[in-house]
């Protein structure tokens, strides 16, 4: 058995007429309730997470997006008695130029505009048993044209 208790909030404000903000918060308290791991975190589960999004329409059917994502410390996977250190946080940042014509529309992505190294997913295993990382790509590309039938 498993509790999760927890608050989240998002907002979302037209700061300028060419200028929007959207975020949320999440705080979350994920604990186990039973059994031999009764009262550890539940594993790769943060307690804070962050999401800020700036949406601008720059013209003409194009518009830009940056957006910041934050993941706080959280126990590796497998490790139900919480005997490591916790992964580490990270934030990162992306970006998303978007086109808009009647039912198409085209958009590039680039992801991890700082080139940071960070890895969003961790596991303990193995013998002995130890921490293993797998790192999160480096700054990355991806780009899509999408159709919408009505």
């Known amino acids: 058995m498993t509790r ?3 608050i989240e909030f998002s907002l979302i404000a037209k700061i300028l007429r060419w200028l929007t903000l959207k975020g949320g918060y999440t705080y979350l308290d994920a604990t186990i309730r039973d059994g ?3 009262g550890k975190d539940i594993p790769n589960v943060p307690r804070h997470k962050a999401v800020v999004e700036l949406i601008s329409p720059v013209g003409k059917g194009i518009t830009f997006i940056l957006n910041g994502i934050y993941i706080g410390e959280r126990p590796f996977v497998s490790d139900f008695l919480n ?34 190294r960070y890895s969003e997913y961790g596991v303990v295993g193995g013998y002995p048993v130890e921490k293993a990382f797998y790192p999160s790509p480096r700054i990355n590309f991806f780009a899509g044209l999408r159709l919408n039938y009505k």
């Open 36 to 38: 031999t791991f009764k």
């Open 83 to 116: 005997e490591f250190t916790y992964q580490k946080s990270y934030l990162i940042l992306n970006s998303r130029m978007m086109y808009q014509w009647k039912s198409i529309s085209v958009f590039l992505d680039i992801n991890n505009l700082t080139d940071r």
């Open 4 to 6: 999760r208790n927890g």
